[in-house]
């Protein structure tokens, strides 16, 4: 007989609903639903990426699989563990760490921070030292570590929470916006870590903002809009679904009147977008499928003034905003 491994994430038609009350003489109440029937399952060993706009209900789904919140309908099992009736099964193998920096001692070090933290764990003593030492390796703080947190940077205080979270060795991390409000060269440094990690063994589930961030590091991305999975596959998956024509952008001064309606008519342009950049505005334009639009968009637009104008393959992130606008 062959067994087939159970998923560590399993989450079947999960939803949340939220009362909020209004008012301290005359009460209303209003009904968020935040999370509308959300099903997805993540491997062992899977980086799994969960995107979507602000609002969308990533968070609630988190704190839903983590044992912060109950599901109003629906079920989830993290580890084979039903997060309701098994919740402190849950608890203990799991790690989580929240985008932003707080939540660590800044005048303790980061040694003494880790310290700390696997003692409040219950991380045996004995283990501690190795444990608190192989961490401190795998997010690359070796060297810093007897410095005190104030003097830390935002990234290097987002990789200390990521050892901390992983303390108690969950076979699970959930990552809910950790390079938010990082530089690039502090979030480069923390996708090594991610990858460290996942070359390491454990099962993530990460969310965030940034696109190129998604499709570099996950196996396998949701995207949800509004309390809903609006599609699901690997980054290459999530390319094709959408558009598969080439992407044209032109950087133009001063777009003239009535020449996107004219751009937008042409019957092989899939959409246009614009987007101001300075004293510039930026044309996105999505061919369809095997057509050559070029010629045909910059006839609507002689006369004017452009400065770059490059083709390119589409991105996750032209994906992922044709995705949303449609849900
Ligand atoms: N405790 C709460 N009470 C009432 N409404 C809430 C609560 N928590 C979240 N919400 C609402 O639920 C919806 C989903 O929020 P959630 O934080 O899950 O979104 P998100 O996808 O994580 O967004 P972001 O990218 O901004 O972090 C939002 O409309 C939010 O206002």
Do not use: W
């Amino acid at each position: 007989m062959v067994r087939v491994a159970e998923p560590v994430i399993q989450v079947d038609e999960l939803v949340r609903t939220f009362h909020t009350r209004r008012g301290l003489f005359r009460r209303s109440g209003k009904e968020v639903e935040a999370v509308r029937g959300v099903s997805f399952t993540v491997e062992r060993g899977e980086l799994f990426g969960l995107l979507g706009p602000n609002g969308a209900g990533k968070t609630t789904t988190i704190k839903m699989l983590i044992t912060l919140l109950l599901p109003t309908a629906g079920r989830a099992r993290v580890l084979g563990h039903d997060v309701v009736k098994d919740a402190h099964d849950v608890r203990g193998k799991v790690g989580y760490v929240f985008g932003g920096d707080r939540g660590l001692y800044e005048r303790l070090s980061g040694l003494d921070n880790l310290r700390y933290f696997a003692e409040l764990y219950g991380v045996p003593a004995r283990e501690s030292k190795q444990r608190v030492g192989e961490l401190l390796e795998l997010v690359g703080l070796v060297g810093r570590e007897k410095e005190r947190v104030e003097g830390y940077s935002r990234g290097m205080r987002q990789r200390l929470h990521i050892a901390r979270g992983l303390l108690h060795r969950p076979e699970v991390l959930f990552l809910d916006e950790p390079s938010i409000g990082i530089d690039p060269v502090g979030a480069r440094e923390l996708r090594a870590t991610v990858k460290n990690l996942v070359d390491a063994g454990t099962t993530v589930l990460l969310t965030t903002h940034y696109m190129f961030e998604a499709d570099e590091l996950c196996d396998r991305i949701a995207v949800i809009a509004q309390g809903r999975i609006v599609a699901q596959g690997t980054p290459a998956d999530l390319k094709q679904q959408v558009t598969t024509g080439t992407v044209i952008e032109i950087e133009i001064f001063g777009l003239p009147d009535g020449v996107l309606e004219k751009v937008r008519a042409e019957p092989d342009v899939q959409s246009v977008v614009v987007d101001v950049q300075g004293q510039a505005q930026v044309l996105t334009v999505h061919a369809q499928p095997g057509a050559d639009v070029l010629q045909a968009v910059m006839a609507h637009l002689e006369g004017s003034r452009f400065g770059r104008v490059i083709t390119r393959e589409p991105t996750l992130e032209d994906a992922y905003i044709e995705l949303v606008n449609a849900a």
